[in-house]
């Protein structure tokens, strides 16, 4: 056979082997490789009119292309391709049109697309690369599948995806524009080269590979397995949402802006960046932060999911938080700005910095908030914490109001708006505390506790609450710029100080703890309710300028009062005593005239501080003079500094100048071995200087052979110097001819005799400086000392009474009014005054009144001391009737008095005392228009005498009620016209039955007959 065909099934390179045999044999011939076979090239016709890829009669081959066939849409044909297939390289040639409707178009090879148009219905899966140069459309059911890279549009075409292409390798759309449906989803597995212009409004972007290009998506779902970025530096903008799928970790870079949803069930790292999201943030996996942003203007729920912070970076929180997750704040700020004028809730996890901070808002919290750094309220912002809240500093520009919860700020407290403690909230300020242009609020229950600094407290709400100063060290205790304190509290061993006027419209209790103090140095204090001191010394309100005002109802309790209490003492103390032995110091006997002076230092007296006088002197005496040595004089001089003679210029002469003379002419009898007492005039001591004592001999004769020695002691410096001569007194210090002298570095023995006065830190009474009252009155549960000023205006004081059941006075009580020596009182009345008892102190001869009285009527007692001798009068106006008032049984007054008195006051008296040793006094006793006189002139000024237990009259003068000019019935004083020592009960009385004074009803009973009603009553009278 001649030209034989052979037909190869496959593609691949072939040996052909070739016979030749005839009837006189065969012959055969080897080519090995000899032929190579290629697919071959299917060219689309659509002959078949059925667009049935499987149908050979729509090829040019006449039969049906397999995977290794390359086929070929040419222009012209009709290219509605109905049915799935196969190929290896599929091309559209230019100018066709390509259509895809149904079934899966699988290419093995590449694809290419020259056409005018394409579109996709269904599956086109493509192994290797893909190239589509001109407009190509994927349907809501089209699917293109790539596994190598693709490149789309590069002519500037579009691609409009509604269906699916899914690119396993690199994708390079540069040149060109995709557009995509809702439905649309391009899944990139590769590098990206370019999106292209890529449509902002619909469609899903899904990348898969390691970079995510800067642009702008419209939904872009990450979903990589492992780590995806950014390359460089830009913006990503997404118009729709933004997904980082599971196994995903998204690191983002410059700006990512989401107007839609943010959902991360993957990871989501913000570094130095910036995330801007408007919808709902939705975090399953986990969100980390580190120096950059997260601005969620949508609500935000990362239940399940973790939000980590490594650095300082920022969470903004604009709408609706259901929860933070399993949270860690790092040096974070997490901030609470929500515009819509809703109630936002604040999760109650650990926070860095928080800050709650719109226009309007409001925010609430559940359970515990705790942030390490600041808390930060906004301006037009108000938080109402339904749980506690601790911070490290809190700044509040707007309303932070408590319910029943506690706040504790372990730094700052700066409060520019407005702090609202309800319920049984506290508010715990450990560290400084800063008001400044701020209001605080409160309920009855709220406590403001302040342990720090505390530079303002702001206008404050004097109505209720609590505010207690509780530092362990110094503070001071401001005034608000506007209200007040309602109940002030000071707690802890340290000193609280007052700056300013300090207004207390409830309650000021101080601890009883010891070192507990509250001083108000100068300024004063306006208090309306209780006063409880618990510690003794813990109210200073004794310096000058401090006035304490009581201007409410006030129940009075103090521990006490601590003040200096100085005591004297007198001892002897050895100055300087040294080994050494001389004739002249500090006299010579032996010589008829002669002087020494000598030095001693402040540092030689103990305790010179304290010292206060010197009394006496003593010398050693060695050898003992043989006779005394008379008209001898001793001066002595503080030379302040000076510690030595000045060795430049030599000895001085004889001088006085400058000395006190305390031994003047008088005898040493040196006659007696050992310390020799000089009793001197006290000489007085500051406390501190340097003595000089100058000796002066003018006995003229001389005793003795000069045997005597006394002792003195070698100095480093020159302290000492003396000259003696016979005949005359040496004026002059001469050392030659009959004149003997000495100078240098020596000094006396000597030991001196000293008053020293201590004063120690002391209990004594609740000691005010100036005290008002001017409110409803003050109850003392405790002393209260005047040292300055009292003055009534309202209300009275209620001083514990003493008087006994026996009318005797006694003065036992300690819950006493004491009006100290030098203190004045002004404004009694009878709408304020003293009730009960009342001492004052005085150490002069003027006169004095006590404010006593009954609580409705003002019954003065005016004293005159006949000395100024330091005593205590005590006064107390009794109103009810003394022991000794008695009625016979027809109810006529039989109260025993002497025969010049008609009858005393039968429902009052007064009780009157000195203290012992104590100056006596005149006594005066005032009456005005309800004290039942009508002839003043009959008034008598009567004393219970104890002794034969009857009234006396004591010798007075009658006056108007200021001590002169004549009185009346509404207004007089009558006053013993001398001093009395017998202090006991005094009374008014009447030398006639006029003047009925004040009685006392006894009792009173009615009986109804015949329509009238019979009164009868008793009264002492």
């Not at 998506?217 to 780590?227: A, E, F, P, R």
């Not at 204090?525 to 000058?544: F, I, K, M």
């Not at 003002?858 to 106006?877: D, G, K, N, Q």
């Not at 010049?900 to 006793?925: F, L, Q, T, Y």
Request: with cysteine; glycine share 14%; proline share 2%.
């Amino acid at each position: 056979m001649q030209n034989p065909v052979h037909t190869y099934a496959a593609m691949g390179t072939y040996t052909v082997s070739l016979t030749a045999s005839n009837a006189g044999g065969s012959d055969q011939e080897t080519k090995v490789n000899y032929i190579t076979v290629t697919s071959g090239d299917f060219t689309w016709t659509g002959n078949a009119g059925d667009g049935d890829w499987t149908n050979g009669g729509n090829w040019d081959a006449g039969a049906t292309p397999t995977s290794s066939d390359n086929c070929i849409i040419p222009a012209g044909a009709p290219a509605d391709i109905q049915n799935g297939g196969s190929c290896n390289d599929l091309t559209i040639d230019a100018g066709a049109d390509f259509t895809h409707t149904s079934g899966t178009i699988s290419v093995s090879g590449n694809f290419t697309d020259n056409g005018s148009t394409g579109q996709i219905d269904d599956v086109l899966d493509i192994t290797g690369n893909a190239t589509v140069l001109r407009a190509f459309v994927v349907e809501a059911n089209g699917e293109v599948r790539v596994g190598g890279n693709i490149t789309l549009n590069s002519g500037g075409y579009t691609t409009t995806n509604n269906g699916l292409i899914d690119v396993e390798g690199d994708f390079d759309a540069s040149g060109g524009v995709i557009a995509q449906g809702a439905a649309g989803d391009i899944q990139i597995t590769g590098t990206i080269t370019s999106l292209g212009t890529l449509d902002e409004l619909e469609g899903t972007v899904t990348i898969e590979g390691a970079v995510v290009p800067y642009d702008t998506y419209y939904n872009l779902v990450l979903s990589t397995s492992g780590l995806t970025a950014h390359a460089g530096n830009g913006t990503t903008n997404i118009n729709g949402s933004l997904t980082v799928s599971s196994g995903c970790t998204y690191r983002m870079g410059d700006v990512t802006d989401i107007a839609g949803a943010f959902t991360v069930d993957g990871t989501a790292a913000i570094g130095a960046t910036t995330l801007a999201v408007d919808g709902a943030s939705d975090i399953n996996g986990s969100l980390t932060i580190s120096t950059g942003t997260a601005d969620v203007n949508g609500s935000f729920d990362a239940t399940g999911g973790t939000v980590s912070f490594t650095d300082a970076g920022n969470l903004n929180l604009g709408s609706t938080v259901t929860s933070l997750g399993t949270f860690t704040e790092s040096t974070s700020n997490v901030i609470y700005d929500q515009t819509g004028g809703f109630t936002q809730n604040v999760d109650d996890v650990d926070y860095y910095n928080l800050t709650l901070n719109s226009t309007p808002a409001y925010f609430t919290t559940g359970g515990t908030i705790t942030a390490t750094g600041e808390v930060e309220v906004g301006g037009s912002s108000t938080i109402l914490l339904g749980g506690d809240l601790i911070a490290g500093s809190l700044d509040i520009d707007g309303v932070l109001q408590t319910v029943s919860n506690d706040v504790t700020v372990s730094g700052v407290s700066d409060i520019d708006g407005t702090l609202n403690i309800a319920g049984s909230s506290t508010y715990n300020a450990d560290g400084d505390f800063d008001a400044t242009n701020g209001t605080i609020e409160s309920n009855a229950s709220g406590s403001l506790v302040l342990s720090s600094t505390v530079t303002s407290i702001g206008a404050l709400d004097a109505a209720e609450g609590i505010v207690k100063y509780d530092g362990i060290l110094a503070q001071n205790v401001v005034a608000p710029s506007s209200g007040g304190y309602y109940n002030l509290t000071i707690e802890n061993a340290s000193t609280k100080t007052a700056t300013g006027t300090i207004d207390v419209n409830g309650d000021l209790t101080t601890e009883a703890e010891a070192s507990c103090v509250f001083d108000l140095g100068s300024n004063s204090l306006n208090l309306a309710g209780d006063l409880t001191v618990g510690q003794e010394g813990g109210l200073d309100a004794s310096d000058a300028g401090c006035t304490v005002t009581f201007d409410g109802t006030t129940a009075f309790s103090h521990a006490g009062s601590q003040g200096l209490v100085s005591s004297s003492s007198t001892v002897t103390q050895t100055i300087v005593e040294g080994n050494n032995l001389t004739q002249s110091l500090p006299i010579n006997p032996y010589y008829d005239y002669g002087w020494s002076t000598g030095i001693y230092l402040a540092s030689e007296i103990t305790d010179a501080a304290d010292v206060t006088s010197i009394n006496k002197l003593y010398v050693w005496v060695e050898v003992a003079a043989a006779g005394p040595t008379n008209d001898v004089s001793i001066w002595m001089k503080n030379i302040g500094a000076t510690d030595a003679y000045d060795g430049t210029t030599g000895p001085q002469g004889f001088s006085t100048t400058g000395f006190t003379e305390v031994f003047d002419n008088g005898t040493l009898d040196l006659t007696t071995v050992g310390w020799y007492e000089i009793d001197i005039t006290d000489f007085p001591y500051t406390g501190s200087g340097n003595i000089e004592i100058l000796w002066e001999n003018r006995d003229g004769s001389y005793n003795g052979d000069g045997s005597h020695r006394f002792g003195y002691l070698v100095t480093q410096e020159d302290r000492g110097k003396y000259c003696r001569m016979d005949n005359s007194f040496p004026t002059e210090y001469v050392n030659g001819g009959l004149v003997y002298g000495g100078y240098g570095s020596f000094v006396c023995d000597m030991k001196f005799n000293v008053t020293k006065t201590t004063s120690v830190i002391s209990s004594i009474n609740p000691t005010f400086n100036e005290v008002e009252i001017a409110g409803s009155g003050v109850t003392l549960s405790s002393p209260m000392d005047i040292t300055a000023d009292l003055t009534f205006t309202s209300g009275h004081i209620t001083s514990e009474s003493d008087v006994d059941g026996n009318n005797s006075q006694t003065y036992a009580s300690t819950n006493t009014l004491t009006i100290k020596d030098g203190a004045n009182h002004s404004g009694a009345s009878a709408s304020s005054h003293v009730v009960g008892a009342v001492r004052i102190e005085s150490s002069g001869t003027s006169e004095i009144e006590f404010p006593t009285g009954d609580g409705t009527y003002y019954r003065p007692v005016f004293l005159t001391p006949s000395a100024s001798t330091a005593t205590t009068y005590t006064a107390e106006y009794v109103n009810s009737s003394h022991s000794s008032i008695a009625y016979d049984g027809n109810g006529y007054n039989n109260t025993p008095c002497d025969g010049d008195i008609d009858h005393v006051a039968m429902g009052c008296w007064w009780d009157i005392e000195k203290s012992s040793g104590g100056s006596a006094a005149k006594v005066g006793i005032n009456w005005d228009s309800n004290s039942g006189v009508d002839v003043p002139d009959d008034i008598l000024l009567t004393h219970w005498n104890s002794s034969t237990s009857q009234w006396d009259k004591i010798n007075a003068a009658v006056t108007a009620g200021n001590g002169s000019g004549s009185a009346s019935a509404s207004d007089g004083r009558v006053q013993s016209n001398i001093a009395q020592t017998d202090f006991s009960p005094f009374n008014l009385g009447s030398g006639s039955g006029n003047n009925s004074l004040p009685v006392d009803l006894l009792s009173f009973h009615t009986v109804c007959s015949h329509d009238i009603v019979d009164v009868n009553f008793s009264v002492v009278s």
